[in-house]
């Protein structure tokens, strides 16, 4: 696995332009300084057109997701990680706050179970449920369909929503009902700090690739549990905002444990995007950067990082579809994060749709038609693919 790190594609690179984009990979240590001005330029020329539709409404019925990625409680001083020399020379091993370092490590999921229930209609019964990730046990929802099985299975990764005020299986809820109502078995993880899950203090710090772990791990509790109601081998992931990049995180570190990808409003594939809006460029979070960079190295002393934790420097890896939905009048994450993941991907040669609404960035009168597209791009690709 650490072999599938050594190199990266050219679309990183400082000498690339849009000619060339397609021309393969180059080693970490040709990355120049200017490589992600570099990329930025490049992407631009590719941006994909597309259609619109839609309107604005709030996130779910507990209300928007105001914020995509801002920080739950800041670390404590002691709990942060051993600071990385930004001038130093890239180890032969990753850090240990990286995408190859996530990649590196096997799926670390077990004892998924379904606990009591929370509800019931005469299409699903939703259930209370738990599982272990990396030694956390992590909290959530599951939505099993009435009838017989087994049913494919959909991870959903919410967005930002404050931990202090964050309630079990919050965030997705129309999503939740929409396609367990349609034959999926639906699983709505709570990430670490959230709801009933375990406590994690370095989360922040570490970037949140913990959520990342957390929704990895949910697929491979669930497959390694006794669940009959369930297909684990048809199976798709599904984020949103914040959830939007751990699912294309996930897509990169972990190619095959999916059959499918789909966003909807994600924050950006380049961390330094999600670093300076939300962190960086905060007067109240000054201190959570400080941190972080005193970790790590800002993103101009140590670029080399900040690439380390960004899903678009490593799309070659992606062995999936992906669907991404983003309205055009999103004043939370940028409809250019999409058009920049989307020509990414293309340029890589992958399977991707972005699809444009004219709407914001929780969706309202567009998002039965956003749903509609979501069920037929999954039951092409998990159902029957």
Known sequence: MARLFEERQAVRSSAITPGTIRGGVVGFEAMAANARKAVRAALGALLIAGAAVGAITLADDSGPERDATAPAATPSATSAPPPASPSAARSPQPHPVS?????ADAPAGRDFRTGRVLSRTSEYARFHVTYESDGLTISGVMNV??????????????????????VNGQ?????????????????HIDYRNHAESDRDPNADLELRLGYVRDSINALDAMRSSDLPFADTGRAAMIGRSMGGSVTMSAAVTHPDLFDAYVL????SS?????????????????SLAARIIAAYGS???NPRFWD???PVTFV???AAPILIHHGTRDDTCSIEWSERTAAALEAAGKDVQLLRYDDGHAFGPAFPESMRRTVDFLDRHVKTG
């Open 171 to 187: 965030g997705m809820r129309r999503e939740q009902d929409y396609l367990a109502r349609r034959g999926y078995v639906v699983v």
């Open 99 to 103: 995408l190859p370092a996530l990649a």
């Open 145 to 166: 369909p009435s009838g017989p099985g087994p049913f494919p299975v959909l991870i959903l990764n919410h967005g930002y929503i404050d931990p202090g005020v964050y």
């Open 264 to 267: 909807f409003a994600p924050t």
């Open 299 to 301: 993103p101009e002393s």
């Open 316 to 318: 070659d890896r992606v």
């Open 270 to 286: 380049d961390a330094v995007d999600n670093f300076d809006k939300w962190t960086r460029g905060r007067s109240d979070r000054r």
């Open 308 to 310: 380390d934790v960004s």
